[in-house]
């Protein structure tokens, strides 16, 4: 898939469907947040992903970011910040915030919904890893020397 329209598309249907199961896990989860019946595992785990993610928009300039897994023109790899290790904080943030809300909620809807969450989140990455490599002549070395979702978990 080479046209720039076709990326588009397919990324905006993996942005949708993130989105979508962002929503049905935080629907599910945030009762048992709000009702103080969140295991402490939960919540470590939600605020770690808080983090992660609030650090790695940080660390990204306006206009750099995009949600889709296409890169922006003229943008700029960024390799500081959480981005130092890891190659995709922000899907490691929302990876941690699903992991916390199926935790909180322990139905079986809920891991259900993190399992697609996570394949989403794959695929994104698999198509930005390829898209960034044509992109930034830069990403082969800097994808070499980073993980993909953890540090020091290739």
Not at 14 to 42: E, K, M, N, Y
Not at 67 to 82: D, F, N, Y
Not at 141 to 152: M, S, V
């Amino acid at each position: 898939m080479s046209d720039n329209g076709e990326q588009r598309t397919l990324g905006s249907v993996l942005v949708a469907l993130q989105f979508g199961l962002i929503v049905l896990l935080t629907w599910l989860g945030l009762p048992s947040f709000l009702s103080d019946h969140a295991p402490a595992g939960a919540w470590v785990t939600a605020v770690a992903g808080a983090f992660v993610g609030i650090w790695a928009v940080s660390t990204n300039r306006p206009g750099n970011f995009n949600i889709r897994p296409v890169p922006r023109a003229g943008a700029r790899l960024i390799q500081q910040g959480p981005y130092r290790w890891i190659r995709h904080p922000m899907y490691t943030a929302v990876m941690a915030c699903g992991i916390a809300a199926a935790w909180a909620n322990t139905t079986w809807l809920a891991w259900l919904a993190l399992g697609a969450l996570v394949a989403v989140l794959v695929s994104k990455a698999v198509l930005e890893e390829r898209w960034m490599l044509m992109a930034h002549p830069g990403y082969a070395a800097y994808r070499r020397d980073t993980c993909w979702f953890l540090p020091w978990i290739a």
